[in-house]
């Protein structure tokens, strides 16, 4: 078993990951929150069947009087009104402030329990329990919790952070094979930004990885935990460091917005990289010419795709809608070499340049 400590002075918590974990939830809450007599245990539809009696086991064996409340799958339940009916279950579940809220799937239930946790009586404890990769490597770490609003995704939220985050590998083995490569799309972000080492470790593991190999899980979402600790805590609330986590959410995000019905968050995470990496180039900002190729081919054997979905001109409106511009650029984050990128403002004309030499 591996354990981070993400360091938040008095908010610091420790992120257990390893095997079999979802066992020990309850002894790990106990050990952590002892005052912890009540807790709601949030699932999906999907993880909720799978492993809710397990972890409702685990917790109700270590003292912890335990409720299961389940959502629908989907982003969709990421709402104030699937929000509204937890906090009855709060009711119903006669939570008080020492409570506990456990949240119990892939990123849309972190992102939901947590808001749940930060909201109801102002705030209560709160336990990550991450099953999706994209969750146990990205969404658990870092505080964000939100829901989303019929204009926009996370437009409500707040930073709220976990006491406590129990990262099961184990609980991967269920996951379909297009969310673990979403979830991989995340990992080759944290290894660009900030690990040169990592990336070369995914180079010489994409096969192993993608399939799954146990030995190397571990390692994997204990490695990504400590890329995303340490940004995070050296920059709690996104101001200047939190913003490389960014990698590829530029073009990303405006790839998303435009196909959401057919692609994952991940998905356009990895296409919004081979442009960045491109855009780098272009920009002169790139010391290294040879991570775009090798940023692209990883991501190929790691089954994401790389080539743009849409056109330059259907993606240049939407890269401009709703972003902070400076002086009318748009900032990107570049890569300059492995484990290094910088936060840089670049002109539209560059961009658009960059995005015809990708079709
Ligand atoms: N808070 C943050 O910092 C942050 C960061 C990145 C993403 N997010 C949010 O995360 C969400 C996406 O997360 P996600 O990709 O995990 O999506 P998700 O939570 O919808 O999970 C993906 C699918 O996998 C299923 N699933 C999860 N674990 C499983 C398991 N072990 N076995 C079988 N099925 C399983 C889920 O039921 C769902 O159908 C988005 O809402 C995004 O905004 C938040
Ligand atoms: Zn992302």
């Given at each position: 078993m591996?354990?981070?400590?993400?360091?938040?002075?008095?908010?610091?918590?420790?992120i257990?990951?390893?095997?079999?974990?979802?066992?020990e939830?309850?002894?790990?809450?106990r050990?952590?929150a002892?005052q912890?007599a009540r807790?709601?245990?949030?699932?999906?539809?999907h993880?909720g069947?799978?492993y809710?009696?397990q972890v409702l086991a685990?917790?109700?064996?270590?003292?912890t009087?335990?409720?299961?409340?389940?959502v629908p799958?989907?982003?969709q339940?990421?709402?104030?009104?699937?929000?509204e009916?937890l906090?009855?279950?709060?009711l119903d579940?006669?939570l008080e402030?020492?409570s506990?809220?456990?949240?119990l799937?892939?990123?849309v239930i972190?992102d939901?329990?947590g808001?749940?946790?930060?909201?109801?009586?102002?705030?209560?404890?709160?336990?990550?329990?991450?099953?999706s990769?994209l969750?146990?490597v990205?969404s658990a770490v870092?505080?964000k919790v939100?829901?989303?609003?019929?204009?926009?995704?996370?437009?409500?939220?707040?930073?709220?952070?976990?006491?406590?985050?129990?990262?099961?590998?184990?609980?991967?083995?269920s996951?379909?094979?297009?969310e673990?490569?979403?979830?991989?799309?995340e990992?080759?972000k944290?290894?660009?930004?900030?690990?040169?080492?990592?990336?070369?470790?995914?180079?010489?593991?994409?096969?192993?990885?993608?399939s799954?190999?146990?030995?190397?899980?571990?390692?994997?979402?204990?490695r990504?935990?400590?890329?995303?600790?340490?940004?995070?805590?050296?920059d709690?609330?996104e101001?200047?460091?939190?913003?490389?986590l960014?990698?590829?959410?530029?073009?990303g995000?405006?790839?998303e917005?435009?196909?959401?019905?057919?692609?994952?968050?991940?998905?356009?995470v990895?296409?919004g990289?081979?442009?960045?990496?491109q855009?780098?180039?272009?920009?002169g900002?790139?010391q290294?010419p040879?991570?775009?190729?090798?940023?692209r081919?990883l991501?190929?054997?790691?089954?994401?795709?790389?080539?743009l979905?849409?056109?330059?001109a259907?993606l240049?409106?939407v890269l401009?809608?709703?972003?902070?511009?400076?002086?009318?650029?748009?900032?990107?984050?570049?890569?300059v070499?492995?484990?290094?990128v910088?936060?840089r403002?670049?002109?539209?004309?560059l961009?658009?340049?960059?995005?015809?030499?990708?079709?």
């Open positions: 591996a354990q981070v400590r993400v360091d938040l002075g008095e908010r610091s918590y420790s257990h990951i390893g095997s079999g974990l979802l066992a939830v309850g002894p790990l809450l050990e952590t002892p912890a807790a709601l245990l949030i699932a999906d539809s993880t069947p799978l809710g009696e685990s917790l109700r064996s270590a003292g009087e335990a409720f299961l409340a389940t799958a989907g982003e339940s990421k709402s104030l009104r699937t929000a009916s906090y009855e279950r709060c579940a006669a402030r020492s506990v809220i456990v949240a799937g892939g990123g972190g939901l329990a808001f749940v946790a930060a909201t109801y009586l102002r705030g209560l404890p709160f336990v990550q329990v991450p099953t990769l969750a146990q990205d870092g505080g939100a829901v989303d609003l019929a204009r926009g995704k996370n437009l409500v939220g707040a930073f709220h952070q976990p006491r406590l985050v129990v990262a099961d590998v184990a609980a991967l083995r996951l379909p094979a297009r673990v490569a979403a979830g991989l799309a990992v080759v944290h290894a660009v930004i900030r690990d040169g080492a990592f990336l070369t470790f995914l180079e010489e593991n994409a096969g192993p990885i993608a799954l190999e146990p030995a190397l899980l571990e390692q994997l979402v204990a990504n935990c400590a890329i995303k600790a340490a940004v995070v805590g050296a709690e609330t101001t200047r460091l939190r913003a490389i960014n990698f590829g959410h530029t073009a995000h405006a790839i917005a435009l196909r959401w019905e057919s692609l994952r968050h991940g998905e356009c990895a296409i990289m081979v442009v960045a990496s855009l780098a180039a272009a920009a900002v790139l290294d040879e991570l775009p190729g090798r940023v081919r991501l190929e054997r790691l089954g994401l795709p790389t080539q979905p849409v056109t330059p259907e240049l409106p401009y809608r709703d972003k902070k511009v400076e002086g009318g650029k748009l900032r990107w984050v570049l890569p070499r492995p484990g290094e910088v936060v403002p670049v002109g539209d004309d961009v658009l340049q960059t995005l015809r030499s990708l079709v």
